[in-house]
Protein backbone atom coordinates (compact mmCIF):
# COMPACT_ATOMS: atom_id res chain seq x y z
CA UNK A 1 0.00 0.00 0.00
CA UNK A 2 1.43 3.24 -0.67
CA UNK A 3 1.89 6.26 1.68
CA UNK A 4 -1.18 8.17 0.01
CA UNK A 5 -3.81 4.53 0.69
CA UNK A 6 -2.27 4.59 4.42
CA UNK A 7 -3.16 7.79 4.70
CA UNK A 8 -6.47 7.78 3.61
CA UNK A 9 -7.29 4.60 5.44
CA UNK A 10 -6.07 6.63 8.93
CA UNK A 11 -8.49 9.70 8.36
CA UNK A 12 -12.05 7.96 7.28
CA UNK A 13 -10.83 5.60 10.94
CA UNK A 14 -11.44 9.11 12.27
CA UNK A 15 -14.88 9.95 10.36
CA UNK A 16 -16.81 8.94 13.20
CA UNK A 17 -15.70 11.43 15.17
CA UNK A 18 -15.95 14.57 12.69
CA UNK A 19 -20.17 15.05 13.83
CA UNK A 20 -19.05 17.85 16.10
CA UNK A 21 -16.76 19.39 13.29
CA UNK A 22 -20.45 20.54 11.65
CA UNK A 23 -23.36 22.06 12.51
CA UNK A 24 -26.02 20.28 14.15
CA UNK A 25 -29.26 22.66 13.27
CA UNK A 26 -30.67 25.54 11.60
CA UNK A 27 -31.18 26.70 14.93
CA UNK A 28 -27.20 27.96 14.60
CA UNK A 29 -28.10 30.28 11.80
CA UNK A 30 -31.05 31.78 14.11
CA UNK A 31 -28.07 32.51 16.79
CA UNK A 32 -25.10 34.18 14.65
CA UNK A 33 -27.50 35.95 11.69
CA UNK A 34 -28.41 38.38 14.14
CA UNK A 35 -24.77 39.35 14.74
CA UNK A 36 -23.93 39.94 11.25
CA UNK A 37 -25.55 43.28 10.36
CA UNK A 38 -22.00 45.16 10.60
CA UNK A 39 -19.75 42.67 9.12
CA UNK A 40 -21.12 43.08 5.65
CA UNK A 41 -19.00 41.91 2.79
CA UNK A 42 -19.18 41.70 -1.53
CA UNK A 43 -18.11 38.54 -3.09
CA UNK A 44 -17.40 38.53 -6.74
CA UNK A 45 -18.38 35.69 -8.82
CA UNK A 46 -17.25 34.79 -12.30
CA UNK A 47 -17.60 32.19 -15.20
CA UNK A 48 -13.91 30.86 -16.43
CA UNK A 49 -14.13 27.77 -19.16
CA UNK A 50 -10.82 26.69 -18.55
CA UNK A 51 -7.35 27.54 -17.58
CA UNK A 52 -6.64 28.90 -21.08
CA UNK A 53 -8.89 32.18 -20.59
CA UNK A 54 -7.94 35.26 -19.97
CA UNK A 55 -7.25 34.91 -16.43
CA UNK A 56 -6.01 38.30 -15.12
CA UNK A 57 -8.62 40.24 -17.01
CA UNK A 58 -11.20 37.67 -15.22
CA UNK A 59 -9.42 39.05 -12.18
CA UNK A 60 -9.09 42.60 -12.41
CA UNK A 61 -12.58 42.81 -13.31
CA UNK A 62 -13.43 41.18 -10.32
CA UNK A 63 -11.27 43.24 -8.19
CA UNK A 64 -12.17 46.37 -9.67
CA UNK A 65 -16.37 45.12 -9.00
CA UNK A 66 -14.78 44.83 -5.05
CA UNK A 67 -13.68 48.18 -5.01
CA UNK A 68 -9.87 47.78 -5.31
CA UNK A 69 -7.94 49.61 -7.48
CA UNK A 70 -3.92 49.75 -8.21
CA UNK A 71 -3.75 52.18 -5.72
CA UNK A 72 -4.54 49.02 -2.93
CA UNK A 73 -1.56 47.26 -4.17
CA UNK A 74 0.97 49.76 -5.31
CA UNK A 75 4.20 49.41 -3.33
CA UNK A 76 3.14 46.71 -1.21
CA UNK A 77 4.48 43.69 -0.44
CA UNK A 78 2.29 40.48 -1.48
CA UNK A 79 2.03 37.07 -0.35
CA UNK A 80 0.30 34.64 -2.20
CA UNK A 81 -0.80 30.96 -0.69
CA UNK A 82 -2.60 28.35 -2.91
CA UNK A 83 -3.42 25.34 -2.05
CA UNK A 84 -0.24 22.51 -2.63
CA UNK A 85 -1.65 18.99 -1.61
CA UNK A 86 0.17 16.54 -3.59
CA UNK A 87 2.92 16.02 -5.95
CA UNK A 88 0.85 15.59 -8.98
CA UNK A 89 0.51 17.81 -12.72
CA UNK A 90 -2.33 14.84 -13.70
CA UNK A 91 -4.93 15.82 -11.46
CA UNK A 92 -5.45 19.09 -11.44
CA UNK A 93 -8.09 18.54 -8.97
CA UNK A 94 -6.12 18.69 -6.37
CA UNK A 95 -3.84 21.61 -6.13
CA UNK A 96 -4.77 25.30 -7.24
CA UNK A 97 -3.92 25.52 -10.65
CA UNK A 98 -0.56 26.98 -11.55
CA UNK A 99 -2.38 29.06 -14.39
CA UNK A 100 -4.79 31.16 -11.47
CA UNK A 101 -1.38 31.25 -9.51
CA UNK A 102 0.29 33.02 -12.12
CA UNK A 103 -2.62 35.58 -13.36
CA UNK A 104 -2.68 36.79 -9.65
CA UNK A 105 0.93 37.35 -9.48
CA UNK A 106 0.86 39.23 -12.99
CA UNK A 107 -2.21 41.17 -11.80
CA UNK A 108 -0.47 42.50 -8.81
CA UNK A 109 2.87 43.18 -10.77
CA UNK A 110 0.87 44.96 -12.87
CA UNK A 111 -0.67 47.14 -10.18
CA UNK A 112 2.63 48.23 -8.85
CA UNK A 113 3.16 45.57 -6.27
CA UNK A 114 6.16 46.37 -3.97
CA UNK A 115 7.08 42.56 -4.43
CA UNK A 116 4.99 39.15 -4.77
CA UNK A 117 6.43 36.34 -3.41
CA UNK A 118 4.28 32.80 -3.67
CA UNK A 119 4.38 31.13 0.28
CA UNK A 120 2.85 27.39 1.04
CA UNK A 121 3.69 25.01 3.81
CA UNK A 122 1.84 21.39 2.37
CA UNK A 123 0.64 19.37 4.92
CA UNK A 124 0.90 15.89 3.61
CA UNK A 125 4.62 15.57 2.35
CA UNK A 126 7.33 17.12 4.31
CA UNK A 127 9.64 17.39 1.07
CA UNK A 128 8.38 20.76 0.06
CA UNK A 129 10.27 20.99 -3.33
CA UNK A 130 8.71 17.38 -4.48
CA UNK A 131 5.53 18.57 -4.35
CA UNK A 132 6.35 22.12 -6.05
CA UNK A 133 7.96 20.46 -8.98
CA UNK A 134 5.83 17.85 -9.48
CA UNK A 135 2.38 19.44 -9.45
CA UNK A 136 3.54 21.30 -12.03
CA UNK A 137 3.89 25.00 -10.09
CA UNK A 138 7.71 24.91 -9.84
CA UNK A 139 8.11 25.05 -13.24
CA UNK A 140 5.47 27.72 -14.08
CA UNK A 141 7.14 29.91 -10.96
CA UNK A 142 10.61 29.53 -12.36
CA UNK A 143 8.80 30.64 -15.44
CA UNK A 144 7.54 34.00 -14.29
CA UNK A 145 10.37 34.68 -12.04
CA UNK A 146 8.42 34.07 -8.79
CA UNK A 147 10.18 33.75 -5.51
CA UNK A 148 8.51 30.86 -3.29
CA UNK A 149 8.73 30.62 0.49
CA UNK A 150 8.73 27.51 1.74
CA UNK A 151 6.85 27.78 5.07
CA UNK A 152 6.99 24.85 6.96
CA UNK A 153 10.85 25.83 7.15
CA UNK A 154 10.58 29.49 8.21
CA UNK A 155 11.94 31.10 11.19
CA UNK A 156 8.71 31.03 13.44
CA UNK A 157 7.14 34.04 15.12
CA UNK A 158 4.63 33.08 17.96
CA UNK A 159 1.40 35.18 18.79
CA UNK A 160 -1.19 35.45 21.17
CA UNK A 161 -4.17 33.06 19.97
CA UNK A 162 -6.60 35.60 20.40
CA UNK A 163 -9.71 34.10 19.30
CA UNK A 164 -9.34 31.16 21.46
CA UNK A 165 -11.51 28.39 20.17
CA UNK A 166 -9.19 25.99 20.73
CA UNK A 167 -6.72 25.46 23.78
CA UNK A 168 -3.53 26.63 22.26
CA UNK A 169 -2.35 30.19 24.09
CA UNK A 170 -0.29 30.47 21.32
CA UNK A 171 0.02 30.45 17.22
CA UNK A 172 3.40 29.69 15.61
CA UNK A 173 3.95 31.72 12.34
CA UNK A 174 6.14 31.69 9.75
CA UNK A 175 8.03 34.89 9.96
CA UNK A 176 7.57 35.54 6.25
CA UNK A 177 3.64 36.84 7.24
CA UNK A 178 4.71 39.79 9.07
CA UNK A 179 6.70 40.65 6.16
CA UNK A 180 3.86 40.67 4.20
CA UNK A 181 1.55 43.72 3.45
CA UNK A 182 -1.59 41.77 1.49
CA UNK A 183 -1.73 37.92 1.99
CA UNK A 184 -3.99 36.38 -0.45
CA UNK A 185 -5.87 32.94 0.27
CA UNK A 186 -5.65 31.06 -3.18
CA UNK A 187 -7.77 27.52 -2.58
CA UNK A 188 -8.97 25.06 -4.75
CA UNK A 189 -12.68 24.22 -4.42
CA UNK A 190 -12.94 21.10 -2.45
CA UNK A 191 -14.90 18.97 -0.51
CA UNK A 192 -13.35 17.58 2.72
CA UNK A 193 -13.91 14.19 4.35
CA UNK A 194 -13.94 15.90 7.77
CA UNK A 195 -15.33 19.43 7.98
CA UNK A 196 -17.42 19.45 4.79
CA UNK A 197 -15.64 21.78 2.64
CA UNK A 198 -12.46 22.85 1.78
CA UNK A 199 -12.10 26.57 1.12
CA UNK A 200 -10.59 29.86 1.83
CA UNK A 201 -10.19 29.67 5.48
CA UNK A 202 -9.54 25.93 5.59
CA UNK A 203 -6.62 26.54 3.15
CA UNK A 204 -4.71 28.77 5.84
CA UNK A 205 -3.69 25.61 7.50
CA UNK A 206 -0.67 25.63 5.10
CA UNK A 207 0.77 28.82 6.59
CA UNK A 208 1.44 26.42 9.37
CA UNK A 209 4.82 25.63 9.77
CA UNK A 210 5.69 21.49 10.04
CA UNK A 211 8.38 21.75 12.00
CA UNK A 212 6.04 23.07 15.15
CA UNK A 213 2.26 21.08 13.83
CA UNK A 214 4.28 18.39 12.04
CA UNK A 215 2.71 16.27 9.66
CA UNK A 216 -0.29 16.45 8.42
CA UNK A 217 -0.28 19.57 10.81
CA UNK A 218 -1.24 16.69 13.65
CA UNK A 219 -1.20 19.29 16.73
CA UNK A 220 -3.48 21.07 14.93
CA UNK A 221 -6.09 18.25 13.96
CA UNK A 222 -5.82 17.30 17.65
CA UNK A 223 -6.84 20.46 19.11
CA UNK A 224 -9.72 20.55 16.60
CA UNK A 225 -10.04 21.13 13.03
CA UNK A 226 -12.87 23.64 12.46
CA UNK A 227 -11.74 25.58 16.21
CA UNK A 228 -8.32 25.85 14.71
CA UNK A 229 -9.20 26.86 11.06
CA UNK A 230 -11.20 30.21 12.86
CA UNK A 231 -7.79 30.64 15.50
CA UNK A 232 -5.88 30.84 12.41
CA UNK A 233 -7.59 33.09 10.47
CA UNK A 234 -8.10 35.60 13.27
CA UNK A 235 -3.93 35.27 13.84
CA UNK A 236 -3.53 35.76 9.93
CA UNK A 237 -6.12 38.29 9.04
CA UNK A 238 -5.81 37.85 5.72
CA UNK A 239 -6.51 40.19 2.69
CA UNK A 240 -7.99 38.75 -0.18
CA UNK A 241 -9.62 35.66 -1.08
CA UNK A 242 -9.14 33.76 -4.91
CA UNK A 243 -11.01 30.41 -5.14
CA UNK A 244 -9.96 28.04 -7.88
CA UNK A 245 -13.46 26.54 -8.81
CA UNK A 246 -12.42 26.25 -12.57
CA UNK A 247 -11.37 22.47 -12.25
CA UNK A 248 -12.54 21.45 -8.87
CA UNK A 249 -13.25 18.15 -6.50
CA UNK A 250 -16.35 16.49 -5.36
CA UNK A 251 -16.65 13.02 -3.32
CA UNK A 252 -13.89 12.23 -1.20
CA UNK A 253 -11.84 15.29 -1.01
CA UNK A 254 -9.71 16.84 -0.48
CA UNK A 255 -7.08 14.15 -1.93
CA UNK A 256 -9.16 11.26 -3.02
CA UNK A 257 -11.94 13.07 -4.90
CA UNK A 258 -13.17 13.14 -8.35
CA UNK A 259 -12.43 15.99 -10.56
CA UNK A 260 -15.66 18.29 -11.35
CA UNK A 261 -15.99 21.26 -13.64
CA UNK A 262 -17.58 24.55 -12.09
CA UNK A 263 -15.91 26.56 -13.94
CA UNK A 264 -15.78 29.47 -11.55
CA UNK A 265 -13.47 31.92 -9.97
CA UNK A 266 -14.77 33.41 -6.39
CA UNK A 267 -12.95 36.52 -4.94
CA UNK A 268 -13.30 38.45 -2.20
CA UNK A 269 -12.01 40.54 0.67
CA UNK A 270 -13.79 38.39 3.46
CA UNK A 271 -13.16 35.04 3.68
CA UNK A 272 -16.16 33.71 5.25
CA UNK A 273 -18.23 35.86 2.76
CA UNK A 274 -16.12 33.65 -0.02
CA UNK A 275 -16.22 30.39 1.48
CA UNK A 276 -20.28 30.70 2.18
CA UNK A 277 -21.22 31.62 -1.21
CA UNK A 278 -18.63 28.96 -2.26
CA UNK A 279 -20.19 26.34 -0.69
CA UNK A 280 -24.25 27.99 -2.23
CA UNK A 281 -22.65 27.25 -5.69
CA UNK A 282 -21.74 23.78 -4.44
CA UNK A 283 -25.27 23.30 -4.21
CA UNK A 284 -24.59 22.53 -0.37
CA UNK A 285 -25.93 24.47 3.21
CA UNK A 286 -23.15 26.72 4.61
CA UNK A 287 -25.07 26.66 8.08
CA UNK A 288 -24.00 23.34 8.33
CA UNK A 289 -21.06 23.96 8.11
CA UNK A 290 -19.53 24.21 11.62
CA UNK A 291 -16.78 26.48 11.28
CA UNK A 292 -18.55 28.65 8.99
CA UNK A 293 -20.89 29.38 11.63
CA UNK A 294 -18.46 29.51 14.56
CA UNK A 295 -17.05 32.50 11.52
CA UNK A 296 -20.22 34.30 11.47
CA UNK A 297 -20.30 37.19 13.70
CA UNK A 298 -16.51 36.88 14.30
CA UNK A 299 -15.01 37.15 11.13
CA UNK A 300 -17.30 38.19 8.67
CA UNK A 301 -21.12 37.18 7.43
CA UNK A 302 -22.39 33.88 6.33
CA UNK A 303 -25.82 34.73 5.45
CA UNK A 304 -27.37 36.13 2.01
CA UNK A 305 -28.30 38.79 3.05
CA UNK A 306 -25.38 40.28 4.20
CA UNK A 307 -23.06 39.38 1.71
CA UNK A 308 -22.91 41.63 -1.52
CA UNK A 309 -23.15 39.24 -4.35
CA UNK A 310 -21.54 41.15 -7.49
CA UNK A 311 -20.67 39.41 -11.13
CA UNK A 312 -22.31 35.80 -11.90
CA UNK A 313 -25.51 35.41 -9.44
CA UNK A 314 -24.91 32.06 -7.61
CA UNK A 315 -28.18 30.50 -9.91
CA UNK A 316 -26.23 30.74 -13.03
CA UNK A 317 -23.30 29.13 -11.62
CA UNK A 318 -24.18 26.46 -9.20
CA UNK A 319 -24.04 23.04 -9.69
CA UNK A 320 -24.72 19.88 -6.94
CA UNK A 321 -21.21 18.66 -5.63
CA UNK A 322 -21.51 14.84 -4.13
CA UNK A 323 -20.21 14.18 -0.66
CA UNK A 324 -18.63 11.19 1.03
CA UNK A 325 -21.70 8.86 1.82
CA UNK A 326 -21.36 9.25 5.85
CA UNK A 327 -23.80 9.80 8.23
CA UNK A 328 -21.66 13.48 9.86
CA UNK A 329 -21.72 14.62 6.44
CA UNK A 330 -25.56 14.09 5.43
CA UNK A 331 -26.37 17.36 7.22
CA UNK A 332 -24.47 19.23 4.31
CA UNK A 333 -27.89 18.84 2.62
CA UNK A 334 -29.94 20.23 4.89
Known amino acids: MNR ?5 IKRRSFLTGVGGALATGLGAKHLCDWNEWSLRAPVFVAKASSYEVDLETIIKNGLMELGQSPAW ?29 RAVAEVFRSW ?7 A ?16 GLGPTLRESNLEFVDLNHDDVVFVSNRLRQTALA ?50 LHFAGIGPSI ?27 GTAKHAGVLVMGTNLPAVDATCVRIMGLNPWRVGYLVGASGRLGPV ?11 IASVASRFEILNHPSLAILRS
Open 4 to 8: LGELV
Open 303 to 313: SERHIDQRGEP
Open 230 to 256: LDIAAAVRPHLAIVDGIIAMEGDGPIM
Open 120 to 135: EGPGHCSDTQLVLDES
Open 112 to 118: GAGSVVV
Open 73 to 101: VKGKAVLLKPNLVEASDRAPHINTHPAVV
Open 170 to 219: QLALPATLKHADLIVSLPKMKTHHWVGVTLSLKNLFGVMPGIVYGWPKNV
